[in-house]
């Protein structure tokens, strides 16, 4: 795994993208404060640059240097939580700007995973993951499933749990003002 942890973080510091295991499906990924990697990724997937992409954390305290505010019940249901689940926060802060939704959000996870820990304790900031799919196609079940298209236009493929089927897509939720948490994809 040091290996492909040092190429990973090599594509990452260079504004290039890549294809890797995440807690959910296989992601296509890159630095989430890189607007240059970020309109990469939109390209690849052909995909608009109004629908926001989803990035990855290590943990609370890095997920509060990329958002205003956390809300209590978005503290309280981390906590309690073993899906994957990725939550829109409405005041995105530090990141590309292009990765960013129109009203200011972003939806952040915290992975959890060995390979995802180890990168953001080397890298120090969040990471895209989006779906290794284009746009309006499946999400891909297994890495065999994964388009040509996509294997090519990456710029690296880590090369860890390829054999596994991967689970589905994260759950989405967002919190109200009143703290009621809205599943937007389940």
Request: glycine share 4%; with cysteine.
């Amino acid at each position: 795994m040091k290996n492909v942890l040092k190429e990973t973080i090599k594509v990452l510091n260079t504004e290039r993208i890549f294809l890797y295991p995440t807690d959910t499906v296989f992601g296509v990924g890159c630095d989430s404060t890189s607007e240059k990697a970020v309109s990469k990724i939109y390209q690849l997937k052909q995909r608009d640059d109004s629908k926001a992409l989803i990035c990855l954390v290590k943990d609370i305290e890095m997920l509060a240097d990329y958002v205003e505010a956390i809300p209590e019940k978005a503290y309280n249901y981390l906590e309690n939580t073993d899906r994957p689940t990725s939550i829109i926060y409405p005041k995105a802060k530090n990141l590309a700007p292009n990765l960013v939704a129109e009203d200011g959000s972003i939806a952040l996870r915290i992975c959890r995973t060995e390979f995802c820990q180890k990168l953001f304790r080397a890298f120090g900031k969040p990471i895209v993951s989006t779906s290794a799919n284009i746009s309006g196609t499946p999400t891909p079940a297994s890495f065999e499933d994964i388009q040509d298209e996509i294997l090519k236009g990456v710029d690296y493929v880590v090369n860890l749990q390829q054999n596994q089927h991967n689970s589905r897509p994260s759950r989405i939720i967002r919190f109200d003002n009143e703290g009621n948490a809205h599943i937007l994809r389940d």
